[in-house]
């Protein structure tokens, strides 16, 4: 689709479990190919795009810490599960004819580019989507949060969080049916209703740097094009009542 874009920059933030699709563990490659096709159509609309990707359909640091593991170990585990996503993704938009740079939060030369935020800003000038890998290279923190960070960091004018429905909803609609869904959201009541969007740290960085969030869904084809143009089904999260 094409349309015009109300947005310069944005950081789309996919979660690991996401792009499992009906899989219990890793990743199911139709949905990586979706995401990634969803992901050029809206650099064609002329709108610079970095990703977050996460790990929780490979490996999720309380999980390690609940089998007994350090819980800084387990984390660091997680963060090298994003980056074998973030290589899967990385794959996925050059074959479609998407450049791209992936760039580590963990230094891996080999692998990749470390994260140098001049240098990511660079790259997405030039139309090349950022993919950010490795969370905040840091223990105790979540994908959600680094997602917040880099989007602050570049300047992005919005987060969208791709999830598995069309928007917030006061209850999982998957087991609740009449679960009510949101059109708009504060921040803070994100937080004080403790919707389950974003971790709070995310929201919280979010609000100061005044990003609004929208939440759409990944598995609605072309919905990541029709939320750029202001159309379609999400949730918006600002500051305005
Ligand atoms: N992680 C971390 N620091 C970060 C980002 C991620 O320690 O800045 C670890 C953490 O263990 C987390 C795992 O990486 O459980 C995978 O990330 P996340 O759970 O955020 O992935 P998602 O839920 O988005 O798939």
Redesign the pocket.
Known sequence: MSGTARYKRVLL??????LMGGRDYGLDPEIVNRVADEVRSVTRMGVQVCLV????????????AAAGMER?T??????L??VINALAMQSALERIGVDTRVQS?IPMSTVCEPYIRRRASRHMEKGRVVIFA?????????????AALRASEMGCNALIKGTKVDGVYSADPKKHPDAERYERLTYLEVLSRDLQVMDAAAISLARENKIPILVTSIHDAGSFAEVMAGRGRFTIITDEE
């Open positions: 933030k996919i979660s690991g479990e996401a990707i996460g790990g929780g359909n490979i490996f999720r640091g309380v999980s390690g800084a387990a984390d660091y585990m997680g963060m599960a994003t939060a490795a969370g905040t290279g840091n223990p105790f923190f979540t994908t959600d949060t680094a």
